[in-house]
């Protein structure tokens, strides 16, 4: 199994932008399709924010961030990252990065990275 670690939240005004990191360490990074989720004060569940494949080809994001968010992963360092640019306060969430073996689930978290945005 891997194990994640997010980095790079923060409180931010409407508008700024914020680069989320996530650092996999254990079993083959390159095995694993990796997504941004995010829950709100709101909602008990998470809702998945945008999702990346195995070799980084093919990428996904949600209609609420579709041309403000952007996903990539690097599989020499381990890491995937999420470049989050012209923010609003409805993005202020708990961000989580998880993995997930080619056909399974989401089965690998990390602790989650807290992000505000003031208006």
């Known amino acids: 199994q891997i194990q994640l670690v997010e980095s790079g939240g923060g409180l931010v005004q409407a508008g700024d932008s914020l680069r989320l990191s996530c650092a996999a360490s254990g079993r083959t990074f390159t095995n694993y399709r990796m997504s941004w989720f995010r829950q709100t004060p709101e909602k008990k569940e998470s809702s998945v924010v945008a999702?990346?494949?195995?070799?980084?080809?093919?990428?996904y994001y949600s209609d609420s961030v579709k041309g403000r968010f952007t996903i990539s992963r690097d599989n020499a360092k381990n890491t995937v990252t999420l470049q989050m640019n012209k923010l609003k306060p409805e993005d202020t969430a708990i961000y989580y990065c998880?993995?997930?073996?080619?056909?399974?689930?989401?089965?690998?978290w990390g602790q989650g990275t807290q992000v505000t945005v003031s208006s």
């Open positions: 998880a993995g997930a073996l080619d056909g399974e689930d989401y089965n690998y």
């Open positions: 999702a990346i494949g195995l070799n980084a080809a093919n990428t």
